[in-house]
Each structure stands twice: as structure tokens, then as C-alpha cells.
């Protein structure tokens, strides 16, 4: 069964360099819905439950590193067909890859800070939003 839910995270270099607010818009513009926000900095052991998939890669130190370094939004989205509409609004891992107009050629640096983060299924979009929101912060 198709969602319309899913779930994004600006990443600390997005925040940093102080595209939150045009990143956000351009989710907004794109038709979807915000229906929960968090401003947050991520403990490490967080990033490390949040990001356990990639645990044995060689760079996870770096991933965990990174994620950690600052403050982070996450953020609940709505939106019919929000898995695949997101995916190809934040465009390829890597902003060299990425098509004009998306958020990653627009904001990202490099592969490893790619400004944002995208669930990436219906299944792991409902764990990454309920790892960030309780049933009551979400706003539908």
C-alpha cells in the first residue's frame, strides 16, 4: 500500500550554511506538507541507532561524526506518492549526479554532506518518522 507520508532530515552542513529556510520552502513548493518539525542536535548514540543500517561500512565513524556536529531538522511530510515525489525533489546522493532544480545540486557540497536526507520506502519512512516524532507531534 502506497503512503503519503515521509520523512526528511536537513543534515548539519544544510543548517550550517544557512539553507534551512530556502530548503524548507522549497519542500513547501513542491506540494508537500509539513506535518511535524523538530530542531535538534543528535546524540551519538542516536545517529548511530538512526543510522545502524550502514554500521559496517567503512564510513560510519565519519557518518556519525558528521551528523552530530551541529543541529539537524526533521521533519514529517505529506503528500500522495511523498516517498518517490521526495526522492526525485532531493535528487542523486551525490549533487554532481543530481538533476537542475533539486535540492542536493542546489545545497549540497559533496556526496558525504548532501544537505538532506529522504526516506528512501513507505516502511522506512514510518520508522525514521516515528524515531524522531511521538504519535502527538504529528499535525496531519
Known amino acids: 500500500m502506497e503512503s503519503n507520508r ?13 539553507f534551512m529556510l530556502p ?11 509539513i506535518i511535524a518539525l523538530k530542531y535538534k542536535k ?10 545502524s543500517i550502514h554500521s559496517d561500512k ?3 565513524k565519519d557518518l556519525i561524526k558528521f551528523m552530530t556536529r551541529g543541529p539537524i531538522v526533521a521533519a514529517a ?8 515525489d521526495f526522492r526525485a525533489l ?5 549533487p554532481k549526479d ?13 556526496k558525504g ?10 516502511e522506512n519512512a514510518a520508522i525514521e518518522i516515528s524515531f524522531h516524532f511521538k504519535n502527538n507531534e504529528i499535525f496531519s
Open 6 to 18: 515521509t520523512f526528511t532530515m536537513l543534515k548539519p552542513d544544510s543548517i550550517e550554511q544557512g
Open 23 to 33: 530548503i524548507l520552502n522549497m519542500i513547501q513548493d513542491a506540494g508537500f506538507n
Open 42 to 51: 543528535m546524540t551519538r548514540d542516536e545517529a548511530k541507532q538512526f543510522y
Open 58 to 60: 567503512p564510513f560510519f
Open 77 to 84: 511530510l505529506e503528500k500522495n506518492n511523498a516517498v518517490e
Open 90 to 94: 532531493i535528487g542523486s546522493t551525490d
Open 98 to 110: 543530481a538533476l537542475d532544480g533539486t535540492i542536493r545540486k542546489k545545497y549540497a557540497k559533496s
Open 113 to 122: 554532506e548532501n544537505a538532506v536526507h529522504g526516506s528512501d520506502s513507505d
